[in-house]
């Protein structure tokens, strides 16, 4: 069994390219989806000798299967947000510490010691539904911040209590909140990153997410728009801190494949599909095929660029153009 240690240790592409095999081959035997899938498209573990021939799970197989290979019962189960009548993704998670871990580096890696910042949390459409790894995310962090909170519609409350506090603060807001709130008061907020999460979930119509950054910079009267990249289906997140490109933590890893070949990765720069290397997905699947679309740099941040056409319209960072 590896350690948290091993995972959140990384400081080499060799040590990255180490245990993505070792997870690789565990999970190909232990997690039976992904078992499964792989002899459906005829990979034979043990012939995969480098991390780029490893084989993406489809995102789509956590709302049908149960993508698990703990050896007991998880401690929580964390579920996407979907609109009526569409089935949610399930992630089971083994263990919550090996979760929190995850988070707290992702976020120390951009913004440093929580405690330095306060970090408000404008997330209406999340708390009103259980099993949001967002909002369990949220919570630990305001605890580690110290200060901030929780508003669900009591904006004047928010900014009032934003007004008054000393600290660098952090603004996390889902996308429509966010637009609620600036066209509702057009707050200029001081010392304060302003970080949205998540598209429009069917409250208000999407626009390009330029566009929709240049009204939250004027409004709110800020140089950038911060961005939160999860889902349900990841134990990481990636930020962004300006411009929508986002940048991954040492574990974390985003590569571009074909749209219309899930087996061709493409070179830096190219336009398709995203697929995501969580290595502390490590109760689960660490390899992840999304229907996002977006390019990869060379130095391995990436941009988001919509949805593939028929995917389902579901709770993750975008807005789709």
Known sequence: MTSSETIFGIDSREAFERLALEIFRRQAVACAPYREYLA???????????????????????????????????????????????????????????????????????????????????????????GSSLVYMADRLISDCGSGGFYLDDCEALLRDMAADPKPKILLGVSYALWDLVEQYAPKLHDTVVMETGGMKGYREEIPKEEFHRILCEAFGVKEIHS????????????????????????????????NDPFCTLPAGSRGGLNITDLANWWSCAFIQTADTGRVAADGSFVIEGRIDRSDIRGCNLLVQ
Request: charged share 20%; hydrophobic share 35%.
């Open 40 to 130: 459906l498209i005829g990979v034979e573990p043990q012939q995969v000798r480098h991390s780029g021939e490893i084989p993406h799970l489809p995102i789509e197989l956590f709302k049908s299967h149960e993508v698990y290979c703990g050896d007991r019962e998880p401690e929580a189960v964390f579920t996407s947000s979907a609109t009526t009548g569409m089935t949610s993704s399930r992630h089971a998670m083994q263990s919550l510490a090996l979760y929190e871990a995850a988070f707290r580096g992702s976020f120390r890696t951009f913004y440093g010691d929580p405690a330095r910042w306060s970090l408000y949390a404008l997330l209406p459409n999340y708390l009103r539904r259980k």
């Open 228 to 259: 939160e990249y999860g889902m349900a289906e990841l134990t990481s997140q990636a930020y962004s801190q300006g411009g929508n490109r986002f940048r991954c933590p040492a574990w974390m890893r985003v590569t571009v494949r074909d749209i």
